[in-house]
């Protein structure tokens, strides 16, 4: 996501419809109990960093 002054990763939550409903209202953080849950998370942060950016319009859409 893309906000005023920086990239950051989020959790973003999609309408059926595949409209952005909402999305955290922090960074993510990458965590796990095993280093191999760990390189799954990572590996799903180099996946959505492939996909297309979300500007944050602001106020538009509730951050949860």
Known sequence: MKTADEFVIREVYYRKDG???RWTAG???????TL???QWVIERYREA???PV???P????KKG
């Open 58 to 61: 602001g106020d538009e859409v």
């Open 36 to 38: 191999e849950g760990l």
């Open 19 to 21: 409209t952005v409903e």
């Open 49 to 51: 960093l492939e996909k």
């Open 27 to 33: 960074p993510a953080i990458p965590s796990s109990e």
């Open 54 to 56: 979300i500007e944050d």
